[in-house]
């Protein structure tokens, strides 16, 4: 399996953008503006190239809408560390991303205080950059959809200015002011600006392959962040992702499909980014508006992973993992029987791994009781019965696998 690094990336900031529910293109703007002003400041154009993913990735400590209401509403608070700290530690142990997780860590640390802490130059900069434009990006946030930015520009930059030497760094502050000056700083944070910004960095990048271990190395990645969206789905998607393996091996699938369903399991929940945090957590049964809501979480699953050349056939069966046998199940409606052998695994791992977790308002399912209530869903016509006979034959494995 191959894919390439630069479509990840971009992957990756969707994912992030979902967790902004109604704004999705918060770390977008911030690369645009990160990657604006490093051009006027002079620096290379591989350094601005740098500062553009940089600002996509720099909220990937963020999985929890709390937390973005946070960041959106509040100029700082108590906390604001908290994901820079997650943010570092996720990509300090991906090579091809690790060059990002210093600034990550510090990108909400004062100028101040970065003066007195053993961080190299250049890395403050791009910290103490990234912390300017994102919050360049919360004072103009509340304008964006009036598409009034445009009007309010002296009062943010006066926001920004009174913080110089404390939060931001003169020469940085210089740059913002210099470039902030002109109409087009801020057109270019429209959609349809900011859309055109990815398709021409896209465009003009140097292709770098991922293969097989990268590839795994990043669906980790991905899964790390939707399993620390809530204590309600820690684990869940590796849990899914063994669960997903175990089961393709034991029904003879080949060792290629058997890496690429594990990925599919690790990835299947992206979508869930998106949902807030209060329905993800409800103890309860949802009412019809919030089965609305979750009912997107796989649409949206797709919506990422369809982006990545050579990840077609895993955006498929996560996508589908919702999808039962004679069309009921959901987004698409697609009959579960007519679908990939590999997306109807992956729907009665889910479903095990679900009934088998601790939750924080119920404990887990015995395998027995999580098999009974499997062959109930078979009764009614929901579970392919083929599957869930392998399930069984693999019960305590499938267990392990599930709980990890």
């Known amino acids: 399996m191959e894919a390439e690094l630069h479509h990840i990336i971009y992957a990756l900031s969707d994912a992030l953008d979902l967790v902004g529910v109604d704004d999705v293109a918060h770390g977008k703007r911030v690369g645009v503006m990160a990657c604006g002003c490093a051009q006027t400041l002079g620096w290379s154009p591989a350094a601005c190239d740098f500062m553009f993913e940089l600002g996509m990735l720099h909220d990937i400590g963020v999985s929890s809408t709390r937390m973005h209401q946070h960041l959106v509403a509040e100029f700082d608070w108590v906390g604001s560390q908290d994901h820079t700290i997650l943010g570092h530690d996720l990509l300090?142990?991906?090579?091809p991303l690790s060059s990002m997780a210093l600034p990550i860590r510090y990108h909400h640390t004062l100028w101040s205080v970065l003066q007195t802490l053993p961080v190299a130059s250049e890395v403050a900069l791009q910290?103490?950059?990234?912390?300017?434009?994102?919050?360049?990006?919360?004072?103009?946030?509340?304008?964006?959809?009036?598409?009034?930015?445009?009007f309010h520009t002296d009062s943010i930059c006066a926001e920004i200015a009174r913080r110089v030497g404390s939060h931001f760094a003169p020469q940085l502050v210089e740059a913002f002011m210099e470039i902030a000056r002109t109409e087009a700083f801020w057109l270019w944070l429209e959609p349809r600006a900011v859309d055109q910004c990815l398709q021409q960095q896209l465009a003009r990048a140097q292709p770098v392959p991922a293969h097989g271990p990268e590839i795994r190395q990043v669906a980790d990645l991905f899964a790390r962040i939707v399993d620390a969206k809530s204590p309600f789905t820690a684990q869940h998607s590796h849990g899914v992702a063994r669960l997903s393996c175990l089961l393709a091996q034991c029904m003879g699938l080949d060792a290629e499909?058997?890496?690429?369903?594990?990925?599919?399991?690790?990835?299947?929940?992206?979508?869930?980014?998106?949902?807030?945090?209060e329905i993800l957590e409800k103890p309860g049964a949802l009412d019809a508006y919030e089965r609305r809501v979750i009912h997107t979480h796989s649409f949206e699953t797709f919506q990422i992973l369809r982006s990545i050349l050579g990840f077609e056939e895993v955006a498929l069966w996560a996508a589908y993992h919702h999808e039962e046998p004679g069309g009921s199940g959901y987004p698409f409606h697609v009959d579960?029987?007519?679908?990939?052998?590999?997306?109807?695994?992956?729907?009665?791992?889910?479903?095990?791994?679900?009934?088998?977790?601790?939750?924080?308002?119920?404990?887990?399912l015995t395998a027995a009781e999580a098999l009974s209530f499997m062959r109930s869903l078979q009764d009614e016509g929901r579970i392919e019965a083929q599957i869930l006979d392998v399930l069984e034959a693999q019960l305590p494995?499938?267990?392990?696998a599930a709980c990890g």
Not at 127 to 150: I, Q
Not at 262 to 271: N, S, T
Not at 397 to 400: E, T
């Open 92 to 95: 300090l142990g991906f090579a």
């Open 127 to 150: 910290a103490n950059l990234v912390y300017l434009v994102d919050r360049v990006d919360t004072l103009a946030a509340p304008y964006y959809a009036s598409h009034t930015a445009l």
């Open 257 to 277: 499909q058997c890496d690429k369903i594990e990925i599919a399991g690790l990835l299947h929940d992206l979508g869930k980014l998106r949902v807030p945090d």
């Open 336 to 364: 579960g029987l007519l679908l990939p052998l590999e997306a109807r695994i992956l729907r009665v791992a889910d479903i095990f791994q679900a009934m088998v977790q601790n939750r924080p308002y119920r404990p887990g």
């Open 397 to 400: 494995a499938a267990m392990d």
